[in-house]
């Protein structure tokens, strides 16, 4: 027995040490920042069914509950990688309406969103397991001489989730589960300050951090035989209060060298269904309400007593997605999906560094079973773009007379997403 609790401990110190790749990556942005990307397997549909199918340890991210299913401990490696492009168009104004330039702005972005995910059954009803993932994330850099570029050169969201979980299964199919979430958070908010001439500009960057604290927890109903499932997934809001520094050049009065930041990260909640027509055939069904209404504002204090205030007035959004899987023969199943982002932008308030809007997903996706013990996951998914109007002021700066600049245009993003995961069973 000790040298087996060893075996998972080197297992859980390994995972915890590659961890340290998320810090290192780009995520970019789903729906507003969240992320749906913590495995490839569920790529292929788009994640539908990600919060009931519960076929391996990536379902201690998606319904903790679902762990009661897994009968072996088991290690998933997952990457998905993100080809996203961006092209904002419009025309930059000062407050008394001179123009200030007009033209294109383009971003590219290349990113990988890595996960880790683990778990092991203690005994016949229990399961524990750990869950390492991105939950959010944000990437925009434009050019410091871009026409926006009072708006923002850059906005970068990076987090880190770690998250244990324990399962309970009861005997008429029906189980339990629930987890804390430690989550490291950290953003880089920068932009020009100027009235036009870009050789005159002066800049503004800042870099905040910090741990937040959250939960989850899940509920899963087998019935028919385990053929059809229903699952329900809360996770809960995590408040981050940020510190950082500020290095600033060419604002008036005393130069701020420090800022502190508040954010609360949305709540969301999954209601998922999955049902086996026969061996072959599959359908799976999500619906994902997210808590976005909470981001009402984004305030940035520093220590020379100013503040910067941006509006962003974010509204609750709804996922909806639909999948079905095929297994071809016993080492291939095929996979399809589709699903529908809902936007918690809105185009009064609507800024550079997060221009979303409606998305649709088209997702196909494979698993070739390589033994009874190790599996391989591929995904893609391509995903169209609703063009979103912008009309944004630069951020107030409280306490100083700082002249404002609009942006009035439209943005136009199409990403394409390819995953690959890795699944291990230990017998």
Same mark, same amino acid.
């Given at each position: 027995?000790?040298?087996?609790? &060893?075996?998972?401990?080197?297992?859980?110190?390994?995972?915890?040490?590659?961890?340290?790749?998320?810090?290192?990556?780009?995520?970019?942005?789903?729906?507003?920042?969240?992320?749906?990307?913590?495995?490839?397997?569920?790529?292929?549909?788009?994640?539908?069914?990600?919060?009931?199918?519960?076929?391996?340890?990536?379902?201690?991210?998606?319904?903790?509950?679902?762990?009661?299913?897994?009968?072996?401990?088991?290690?998933?490696?997952?990457?998905?990688?993100?080809?996203?492009?961006?092209?904002?168009?419009? @025309?930059?104004?000062?407050?008394?309406?001179?123009?200030?330039?007009?033209?294109?702005?383009?971003?590219?972005?290349?990113?990988?969103?890595?996960?880790?995910?683990?778990?092991?059954?203690?005994?016949?009803?229990?399961?524990?397991?750990?869950?390492?993932?991105?939950?959010?994330?944000?990437?925009?850099?434009?050019?410091?001489?871009?026409?926006? @570029?009072?708006?923002?050169?850059?906005?970068?969201?990076?987090?880190?989730?770690?998250?244990?979980?324990?399962?309970?299964?009861?005997?008429?199919?029906?189980?339990?589960?629930?987890?804390?979430?430690?989550?490291?958070?950290?953003?880089?908010?920068?932009?020009?300050?100027?009235?036009?001439?870009?050789?005159?500009?002066?800049?503004?960057?800042?870099?905040?951090?910090?741990?937040?604290?959250?939960?989850?927890?899940?509920?899963?109903?087998?019935?028919?035989?385990?053929?059809?499932?229903?699952?329900?997934?809360?996770?809960?809001?995590?408040?981050?209060?940020?510190?950082?520094?500020?290095?600033?050049?060419?604002?008036?009065?005393?130069?701020?060298?420090?800022?502190?930041?508040?954010?609360?990260?949305?709540?969301?909640?999954?209601?998922?269904?999955?049902?086996?027509?026969?061996?072959?055939?599959?359908?799976?069904?999500?619906?994902?309400?997210?808590?976005?209404?909470?981001?009402?504002? &984004?305030?940035?204090?520093?220590?020379?007593?100013?503040?910067?205030?941006?509006?962003?007035?974010?509204?609750?959004?709804?996922?909806?997605?639909?999948?079905?899987?095929?297994?071809?023969?016993?080492?291939?199943?095929?996979?399809?999906?589709?699903?529908?982002?809902?936007?918690?932008?809105?185009?009064?308030?609507?800024?550079?560094?997060?221009?979303?809007?409606?998305?649709?997903?088209?997702? &196909?996706?494979?698993?070739?079973?390589?033994?009874?013990?190790?599996?391989?996951?591929?995904?893609?998914?391509?995903?169209?773009?609703?063009?979103?109007?912008?009309?944004?002021?630069?951020?107030?700066?409280?306490?100083?007379?700082?002249?404002?600049?609009?942006?009035?245009?439209?943005?136009?993003?199409?990403?394409?997403?390819?995953?690959?995961?890795?699944?291990?069973?230990?017998?």
């Amino acid at each position: 027995m000790a040298k087996r609790n &060893l075996q998972v401990y080197k297992r859980l110190t390994s995972l915890l040490a590659i961890s340290g790749l998320l810090g290192a990556s780009f995520p970019v942005w789903s729906s507003a920042f969240a992320l749906n990307e913590q495995n490839a397997k569920d790529l292929g549909t788009a994640y539908a069914g990600a919060a009931s199918s519960a076929e391996d340890a990536s379902t201690g991210w998606y319904n903790c509950a679902g762990l009661t299913r897994l009968k072996q401990e088991q290690i998933a490696i997952s990457g998905v990688y993100v080809n996203s492009r961006t092209t904002q168009n419009g @025309r930059a104004t000062t407050n008394l309406g001179a123009s200030m330039g007009e033209g294109s702005a383009k971003v590219k972005d290349q990113s990988v969103i890595p996960s880790l995910h683990y778990a092991k059954r203690i005994d016949d009803s229990w399961v524990f397991a750990l869950n390492i993932a991105s939950p959010f994330g944000l990437k925009n850099n434009f050019k410091v001489n871009a026409f926006n @570029r009072y708006m923002g050169t850059r906005a970068e969201i990076r987090t880190v989730d770690i998250g244990p979980s324990l399962a309970y299964g009861f005997n008429n199919g029906f189980s339990i589960g629930a987890g804390v979430d430690a989550l490291y958070a950290q953003a880089k908010l920068d932009a020009r300050v100027g009235t036009g001439n870009p050789a005159t500009d002066g800049f503004v960057e800042n870099t905040a951090s910090d741990w937040g604290l959250g939960y989850h927890a899940g509920i899963l109903y087998e019935f028919n035989n385990g053929n059809t499932r229903a699952g329900v997934h809360y996770r809960s809001k995590v408040k981050i209060k940020a510190k950082g520094n500020t290095t600033a050049a060419l604002l008036p009065g005393v130069l701020p060298t420090a800022v502190q930041a508040e954010l609360t990260l949305p709540e969301s909640t999954v209601l998922s269904m999955y049902h086996s027509i026969d061996d072959q055939w599959a359908l799976m069904a999500d619906v994902q309400r997210t808590h976005w209404k909470r981001f009402n504002e &984004l305030r940035l204090r520093f220590d020379n007593q100013t503040q910067s205030v941006t509006s962003e007035n974010f509204k609750d959004s709804i996922r909806y997605a639909l999948g079905v899987s095929y297994q071809l023969c016993e080492p291939w199943k095929f996979k399809v999906g589709t699903a529908f982002d809902r936007t918690p932008t809105r185009d009064s308030n609507r800024t550079t560094a997060i221009a979303d809007h409606n998305r649709t997903w088209v997702a &196909l996706g494979v698993q070739y079973r390589v033994t009874k013990t190790f599996a391989l996951d591929f995904g893609y998914a391509h995903l169209f773009f609703k063009k979103a109007n912008i009309n944004q002021s630069a951020p107030k700066v409280i306490g100083t007379t700082q002249t404002l600049q609009s942006f009035r245009g439209t943005s136009k993003t199409r990403a394409d997403l390819i995953g690959m995961q890795l699944t291990w069973d230990f017998v």
